[in-house]
């Protein structure tokens, strides 16, 4: 379908077009960005168009990249409020976690895709690393395929000192990602893709380790595990091999381009440098450090060092939900507080993180601009609000004012997934009281009284 976006604030995020084109267009051809303009479209795009989205008083982005999810936890949101990480686990993860089947997965899948669509997200990193029931990583990717979200399912696993229930050996952590990679990677026009989610670096032994690394640069696939997110961590790591963790994945080879660390809340200033060196992409979860006091990220010293920085939400389990537009404006608050800078990050330095980093920890080139031949991924936001009104500056208030609830319209490969807030791509009223009932019948099975 060609599609005709006119009359936004169109913020294309590319490097000849820095600013904001006020009015602006974008044209979509198929699942690609054909032209983006400043001013009135040019009559002949009018004409060929089959469907006009007309964005008077609203602000056109690419859409924003969900970098870090566990969408399983949207059944758990709530559930273990004002913990640390450890506790917090045992708590409400493990428990539950234990007992969810293919039928809950599916349904939290498309519970979590759907929150991701109404914040601006057109693609998220699900970190799955529910394995009780061995359908669970083919439920998820099958209600990213009904949705028409672009996914990516990095497949969790520990292999040692973890809770036992989630524990794999390697032969079947080898066997479980050979058939997703075989199954779903690069289906759905390429909208879904696999890589592996070594889970934490004390859950993982070295020899594993190394071995799925090598398999994910085979296949040509991703790494994606959790790094540094608290201090107690990076002293298990120092009291097992005497190193941090940043400088033990360096020794393993495991560093590079590939690679998605997320959180690195607790690193040194040597770590930096290698991450840097290595071109290694760090994921940034504001909410998730603050929700849990796990810390505050470096990452004016990661930016400054050249370091490709994406947010995320993290799991609705510990945030406690996945709007990509509040993420925006507790990235760039955090860190003024944090630094006592007032300028520490402006609000176009964060959306490029939300968009442009968000790509580079998705693996793909094509993402987090609108420019001509990009993937066909815009989100619309609405700024006529009395929360935002009058504006200034569309990117100020995307990043200051702006929340999920603004969010107009989401357009993934060129198809229209919400549109007038109105979700189109599933009955979004008879899902959220399927969720009810099924997340009432887990709790039930889990053995939990709320």
Not at 26 to 50: C, H, N, T
Not at 144 to 153: K, L, N, S, Y
Not at 364 to 379: I, M, S
Not at 394 to 417: E, K, P, R
Request: charge should be negative; charged fraction near 20%; glycine fraction near 8%.
């Amino acid at each position: 379908m060609n599609i005709l976006i006119k009359n936004g604030a169109v913020v294309p995020l590319t490097a000849d077009r820095p600013g904001v084109l006020n009015p602006g267009y974008v044209w979509i051809e198929g699942d690609r960005i054909g032209q983006v303009g400043a001013g009135a479209p040019p009559p002949e795009l009018e004409q060929a168009a089959e469907q006009v989205i007309d964005a008077s008083q609203k602000a056109v982005i690419p859409g924003m990249v969900n970098a870090h999810s566990h969408l399983f936890q949207t059944f758990i949101r709530g559930m273990a409020d004002d913990k640390t990480l450890l506790p917090w686990l045992k708590a409400a993860i493990w428990p539950v976690g234990a007992v969810m089947g293919e039928e809950e997965a599916y349904l939290s899948g498309l519970l979590g895709l759907v929150e991701n669509i109404r914040s601006g997200a057109t693609a998220v990193i699900d970190n799955q690393y529910l394995h009780t029931d061995r359908r669970s990583d083919d439920a998820f990717c099958r209600a990213a395929q009904e949705v028409g979200v672009r996914f990516r399912i990095a497949r969790g696993w520990a292999d040692t000192n973890y809770h036992p229930v989630f524990m794999e050996t390697p032969d079947q952590i080898l066997e479980a990602m050979t058939h997703l990679y075989e199954t779903w990677h690069n289906q759905a026009n390429g909208r879904i893709q696999v890589e592996f989610g070594p889970l934490i670096p004390w859950g993982c032994s070295a020899e594993t380790l190394q071995r799925t690394v090598a398999l994910a640069r085979q296949w040509g696939v991703g790494t994606h595990l959790h790094t540094a997110e608290t201090r107690e961590e990076v002293q298990m790591s120092l009291d097992a091999t005497g190193l941090r963790h940043v400088h033990w994945l360096e020794q393993l080879g495991v560093l590079g381009p590939d690679v998605q660390l997320v959180h690195c809340v607790w690193l040194d200033d040597s770590e930096i440098e290698r991450i840097a060196a290595t071109g290694t992409v760090v994921v940034h979860c504001p909410v998730s450090n603050m929700y849990l006091a796990s810390g505050v990220a470096p990452v004016l010293k990661m930016l400054a060092q050249g370091v490709p920085v994406a947010l995320a939400s993290d799991g609705p389990g510990s945030n406690n939900s996945q709007d990509m537009l509040e993420t925006l404006k507790f990235t760039a608050c955090l860190h003024k507080v944090h630094n006592l800078d007032a300028t520490a990050l402006l609000p176009e330095q964060v959306l490029e993180m939300a968009c442009l980093g968000g790509a580079r920890a998705f693996g793909q080139a094509d993402l987090g601009r609108l420019q001509p031949g990009y993937k066909a991924d815009v989100v619309i936001v609405d700024l006529d609000s009395p929360l935002m009104q009058p504006v200034w500056s569309a990117v100020s208030a995307l990043v200051y004012n702006a929340n999920g609830g603004d969010v107009d319209t989401v357009i993934v490969d060129g198809q229209v997934l919400m549109q007038d807030k109105h979700i189109t791509c599933l009955d979004e009223k008879a899902l959220l009281q399927e969720c009810r009932q099924a997340a009432g019948r887990l709790l039930e099975r889990a053995g939990i009284q709320i």
